[in-house]
T-cell receptor, first 115, second 114 residues
Framework: AQTVTQSQPEMSVQEAETVTLSCTYD???????LFWYKQPPSRQMILVIR??????QNATENRFSVNFQKAAKSFSLKISDSQLGDAAMYFC????????????FGIGTKLQVIP | DTGVSQDPRHKITKRGQNVTFRCDPI?????LYWYRQTLGQGPEFLTY????????KSRLLSDRFSAERPKGSFSTLEIQRTEQGDSAMYLC????????????FGQGTRLTVV
């Protein structure tokens, strides 16, 4: 079974600074997708960034970028120029490209942005 | 279509009562997922529908839980004889093909069993 591990329960960053959230995963598959989701307090989960495992190039979405290390099964999220609105729970998630697409989530990292 | 909607947003029930939650997915999405999220945890997979067919159920989904998606549109999740351990946020998500395309979440139903 696939597992997703987020080892940082909480992180904090100064506004305008850069922070990196860690995620490791375990799978025997070679083709899959990885995601970072953001869940603000009392609001719904939204997709931050997506990475396809067969692509070596790291995904980037504006201030958000990932460091995808397939051999190490590592998938970290870097947030640059942190803003107050970035404060939220961040979940790393995994899904096989085939099968029934059960998405497995990590336990999350709570990000605090300090003004 | 404004996205995935869930009803009710909050539900307080007495232990032993039955509850039913509803999820309305984005209309063109053929795949629908139910997740459960407890405090301090990530969402845990419960079940998955492709159109009206329930294709996978987690071991978390005991025989007190049942989910349906008649006609491949909205879905309901029923919990019979609720227990305090059922207290959680129940999340619904829909997609065309999660991974190749984006999945969208509803705001969830928060269940409190007293």
């Amino acid at each position: 079974a696939q597992t997703v591990t987020q080892s940082q329960p909480e992180m904090s960053v100064q506004e305008a600074e850069t922070v990196t959230l860690s995620c490791t995963y375990d799978t025997s598959e070679s083709d899959y997708y990885l995601f970072w989701y953001k869940q603000p307090p009392s609001r719904q989960m939204i997709l931050v960034i997506r990475q396809e495992a067969y692509k070596q190039q790291n995904a980037t979405e504006n201030r958000f970028s990932v460091n995808f290390q397939k051999a190490a099964k590592s998938f970290s999220l870097k947030i640059s120029d942190s803003q107050l609105g970035d404060a939220a729970m961040y979940f790393c998630a995994y899904v096989d490209s085939g099968g029934y697409q059960k998405v497995t989530f990590g336990i999350g990292t709570k990000l605090q942005v300090i003004p | 279509d404004t996205g995935v909607s869930q009803d009710p947003r909050h539900k307080i029930t007495k232990r032993g009562q039955n509850v039913t939650f509803r999820c309305d997915p984005i209309s063109e999405h053929n795949r629908l997922y139910w997740y459960r999220q407890t405090l301090g945890q990530g969402p845990e997979f419960l079940t998955y529908f492709q159109n009206e067919a329930q294709l996978e159920k987690s071991r978390l989904l005991s025989d007190r839980f049942s989910a349906e998606r008649p006609k491949g549109s909205f879905s309901t999740l029923e919990i019979q004889r609720t227990e305090q351990g059922d207290s959680a946020m129940y999340l619904c998500a829909s997609s065309l093909a999660w991974g190749r395309t984006e999945a969208f979440f509803g705001q969830g139903t928060r269940l409190t069993v007293v």
